[in-house]
């Protein structure tokens, strides 16, 4: 058979061409390994979303914990309004006892004052008599006090004064 001659030329030249088919070919894999400047771009846009992501992310955070720090510090309102109030409200209960033991003890004394006739028990009755009614009026100022002080704070509970602070 008779070899043609293109292919008999072909063979003086194979290790050639194999060389080249090998430059060619690591030509081809270099260009499809190293990036573009196009493929750079669009990793740097990829990069710059999932940035803005994060930030978002993290702005999120910081909102979920600002939000429960209002929530703590609203509780923590709430918590002392309702603290003090109980407070004052106690307050006003032994104020109130306080007031009636004195006017209690006030009618007594005028009583006993009316049965004993002794000029000594007289002014001593006197003087009791004043200190009572001196304590009665200094309770019943605290007492009114008090009353606003439990009003005030009522007042600033129902506007829902902690929501606004």
Known sequence: MAENPLLARL???KEFIAIVAAAIGGYVWFDGLVAKQQ??????AKLGQLAARSD???INSHIALLARQQTVDRLNC???NYMTLSQRQL???QLNSD???????LGFL???TKIQTDAQILQ??????????DEIGGLRLEIAGEDRAIRDIRDFLERHGCDTQ
């Open 11 to 13: 063979k003086q030249y």
């Open 39 to 44: 493929d750079v771009m669009q990793i740097n």
């Open 56 to 58: 978002i992310d993290e």
């Open 78 to 80: 709430l918590l002392t």
């Open 91 to 93: 307050r006003l209960s």
């Open 99 to 105: 007031l009636m033991n004195f006017e209690r003890q």
């Open 110 to 112: 005028n009583i006993e």
């Open 124 to 133: 001593t009755a006197a003087n009791q008599s004043s200190t009572f009614r």
